[in-house]
Antibody, heavy 124, light 106 residues
Framework: QLQLQESGPGLVKPSETLSLTCTVSGGSISSNSYYWGWIRQPPGEGLEWIGSVYYSGSTYYNPSLKSRVTISVDTSKNQFSLGLSSVTAADTAVYFC????????????????WGQGTLVTVSS | SYELTQPPSMSVSPGQTASITCSGDKLGDRYACWYQQKPGQSPVLVIYQDSKRPSGIPERFSGSNSGNTATLTISGTQAMDEADYYCQAWDSSTALFGGGTKLTVL
């Protein structure tokens, strides 16, 4: 059974960079049919897609966050990571990692496996 | 920019049918999917590619997508179906979520 687990600091200071890692177990991150993505949810609000990465390193980012986001993949560790720079209180949210069905030759479609989520609070 | 619009809330009596809508310009021309999220939990995919059910999702969940509206239908709604439901689609390589619909079963 595929499992995803987010890890990283739960508290980040304003203007600093938020860094999270998602570890994938029970399957390979190098699968041809899947991207891997980050989605966030501010407390009491809806879901917002941040971006996605393929095992080759190919990425898609939400245009509203693109200038501050970096998503990378480490196939040797079966992990992918999120960096979000210049954070403010508005970036306080539960951050989820998820598997996205799609590839460089298939359309991007749905997120079928999700991590449990990790709350990141931006505060001094 | 492209947007997906859902009603913020709706209620249904146990055993009745709940239909949750998601509206977007020519949404029927692209695939839509639906997620269920209960308090404190991660979202769960309940419908993908408009009308397909993942393994383990009860048959009472069904979906359709035509014109400007995708619809998630829950037949014979049960108390355990009380949750937030989100639609999702893609526009120009950007994933979009609807604002979510809080379904109350009472």
């Amino acid at each position: 059974q595929l499992q995803l687990q987010e890890s990283g600091p739960g508290l980040v200071k304003p203007s600093e960079t938020l860094s999270l890692t998602c570890t994938v177990s029970g399957g390979s991150i190098s699968s041809n049919s899947y991207y891997w993505g980050w989605i966030r949810q501010p407390p009491g609000e809806g879901l917002e897609w941040i971006g996605s990465v393929y095992y080759s390193g190919s990425t898609y980012y939400n245009p509203s966050l693109k200038s501050r986001v970096t998503i990378s993949v480490d196939t040797s560790k079966n992990q992918f990571s999120l960096g979000l720079s210049s954070v403010t209180a508005a970036d306080t949210a539960v951050y989820f990692c998820a598997r996205l069905y799609g590839s460089e030759s298939l359309p991007l479609t749905y997120f079928d496996y999700w991590g449990q989520g990790t709350l990141v609070t931006v505060s001094s | 920019s492209y947007e997906l619009t859902q009603p913020p809330s709706m209620s249904v009596s146990p055993g009745q049918t709940a239909s949750i809508t998601c509206s977007g310009d020519k949404l029927g021309d692209r695939y839509a999917c639906w997620y269920q999220q209960k308090p404190g939990q991660s979202p769960v995919l309940v419908i993908y590619q408009d009308s397909k059910r993942p393994s383990g999702i009860p048959e009472r969940f069904s979906g359709s997508n035509s014109g400007n509206t995708a619809t998630l239908t829950i037949s014979g709604t049960q108390a355990m179906d009380e949750a937030d439901y989100y639609c999702q689609a893609w526009d120009s390589s950007t994933a979009l979520f609807g604002g979510g619909t809080k379904l109350t079963v009472l």
